[in-house]
């Protein structure tokens, strides 16, 4: 059974940090693209980033290139998403999903982890 498990998330103020953690079991995940996903208040899933299996290729949202950077351990089957300069349109329930791009998937989408930015 895949199971995908995120953390990290939090209150921050604007312009602050937030490093998000995936922890991936149930597939092979250094042969899967991974992706991190957001769903802010109201609407719908949003795609942010993706990164390839081996970790050399990353393409992020117009929105938070520059800002957030995607990574990954495959020793320790974990995914990453260090956010910087955070926005308060950055507020959202964060998940993670395999795949890359607009074709991110993942069978339930769990309880993800809220980040919101507020003063």
């Known amino acids: 059974e895949v199971q995908l498990v995120e953390s990290g998330g939090g209150l921050v103020q604007p312009g602050g940090s937030l490093r998000l953690s995936c922890a991936s079991s149930g597939f092979t995940f250094s042969r899967s693209a991974m992706s991190w996903v957001r769903q802010a208040p109201g609407k719908g899933l949003e795609w942010v980033s993706s990164i390839n299996s081996g970790g050399s290729f990353t393409n992020y949202i117009d929105s938070v290139k520059g800002r957030f950077s995607i990574s990954r351990d495959n020793a320790k089957n974990t995914l990453y998403l260090q956010m910087n300069s955070l926005k308060p349109e950055d507020t959202a329930v964060y998940y993670c999903?395999?795949?890359?791009?607009?074709?991110?998937?993942?069978?339930?989408w769990g309880q993800g982890t809220q980040v919101t930015v507020s003063s």
């Open positions: 999903a395999q795949g890359w791009g607009s074709s991110y998937y993942r069978a339930s």
